[in-house]
């Protein structure tokens, strides 16, 4: 004897539209978490900004191969951003306003702001955007990122040192120090072609030290 079973319409549209809404809310549910996540990532992200009576940017040079010429930047902006309180995963970004350019000496800081080097009329800004950081030891760090200068953009990687954070008497706001240091090459920015080693060291040094400013 066979036995036949019916499955009706009816039932078909009802399971149909189980898996429907079933699908339905799994995706809701999935961009709600995913929205949930973001927000919480934002909500625990800590801006930190450099305040300009307490941080420096310096550089030198070799002059003839026999002595050493510095300098620094008196105009800048620098900024971190970043979730773990040892500045693990930080993102650091710095503008320098290149006609600020200063070694105590006007004729040859005029010359600097020239086409034979900055030319800042045409490139008044240097730029950098850190894209990784690397841990190397306690609060030490290989800093990454793409500095732009003279409108080229090149990869640099710098050491990074955390110095500790405390909270200012003043302010009552959490203060974070940080050394910068590392090497550049003029020639990859076409900076001072004209001026070859060992007349200038084609390796700038770089050194900045700065207290950043918690904004929360």
Known sequence: MAIVIKIGANNMNTTNNY?????TNMKKLF????????????????KWNADPMHSRLTFSVIHMGISDVEGLFNKFTASA??????????????SVEVPSINTQVEMRDNHLRSADFFEVEKYPSMDFKSTSIVWVSKNRYKLTGNLTLRGITKQVTMDLWYRGTNVDAKTNKSTAGFQLTGVIKRSDFY???????????DEVKIKADGEFISEG
Do not use: C, H, R, W
Request: proline fraction near 7%; avoid cysteine.
């Open 19 to 23: 898996f429907k809404n079933k699908n």
């Open 81 to 94: 951003a970043a979730t773990q309180a040892d500045f693990s995963d930080a993102v650091f970004e710095l």
């Open 191 to 201: 900076v001072g072609p004209k001026f070859p080693a060992p007349m200038l060291s």
């Open 31 to 46: 961009s709600l978490l995913i929205v949930a996540f973001l927000s919480a990532s934002l909500l625990a992200q800590t």
